[in-house]
């Protein structure tokens, strides 16, 4: 059963406009959220982390947005740029336990 | 700082066969996963060990898995035999405390034929 859900396998967009992925979850017991990005043939990498404590988390070009009553998140990328292009994954877990990732989101941005 | 090392990067292998993967976590980092990810999905927990101590191998197929991290650091991933849905990419990750943000090595791919 899949906890951690990203229903849209991929997205584009123009150089310059905002990108917006989003997640959802269904455990009510997670606490703490992460993005990673993964660029192909290598790990994934840390962007940006949630605690449930907060809504909003930003870092530069980077803001994650938490609405727990929804169970929804998202990961807000402005101004976008092509070397954004990557999968992005969102991971979910109950603090000090392990983390949920969902199928994750390919990004492309188009110069 | 060097990040988390993983070896082989690619791995060919015929099924019935045994592998390992080794992976070298961050300095520092007590808290170590193994992942396994198909294509078209995430990333899904194998393994995780705090030190020397496996706290969490509820999804590690016992009758052909098995896991080691002697002394806290280094850690190997085994399958034998290996099966044609172990094709996979298998990543190793490690983070400072349970719970934190994980670095990952690249991953080794698996083919198993």
């Known amino acids: 059963d899949q906890q951690v859900k990203q229903n849209s396998p991929s997205l584009s967009v123009q150089e310059g406009r905002i990108s917006i992925l989003n997640c959802d979850y269904t455990n009510s017991m997670f606490d703490y959220f992460l993005w990673y990005k993964k660029y192909p043939a290598e790990g994934p990498t840390f962007l940006i982390s949630?605690?449930?404590?907060?809504d909003k988390n930003e870092d530069g070009r980077f803001t994650v947005f938490l609405n727990k009553s929804a169970k929804h998140l998202s990961l807000h990328i402005v101004p976008s740029q092509p070397g954004d292009s990557a999968v992005y994954f969102c991971?979910?877990?109950?603090?000090?336990?392990?983390?949920?990732f969902g199928t994750g989101t390919s990004l492309t941005v188009i110069p | 700082e060097a990040g988390v090392v993983q070896s082989p990067r690619y791995k060919i292998i015929e099924k019935k066969q045994p592998v390992a993967f080794w992976c070298n976590p961050i300095?520092?980092?007590?808290?170590l996963y193994w992942y396994r990810q198909n294509l078209g999905q995430g990333p899904e927990l194998l393994i995780r060990?705090?030190?020397?101590?496996?706290?969490?191998d509820s999804q590690l197929p016992k009758d052909r898995f098995s896991a080691e991290r002697l002394k806290g650091v280094d850690s190997t991933l085994k399958i034998q035999p290996a099966e044609l849905g172990d094709s996979a990419v298998y990543l190793c990750a490690s983070s400072f405390s349970p719970g934190g943000e994980a670095f990952f090595g690249q991953g080794t791919r698996l083919t198993v034929v």
């Open positions: 300095s520092g980092h007590n808290t």
């Open positions: 060990y705090e030190n020397e101590e496996a706290v969490d």
């Open positions: 949630i605690s449930s404590i907060k």
């Open positions: 991971a979910a877990s109950v603090t000090g336990n392990q983390f949920y």
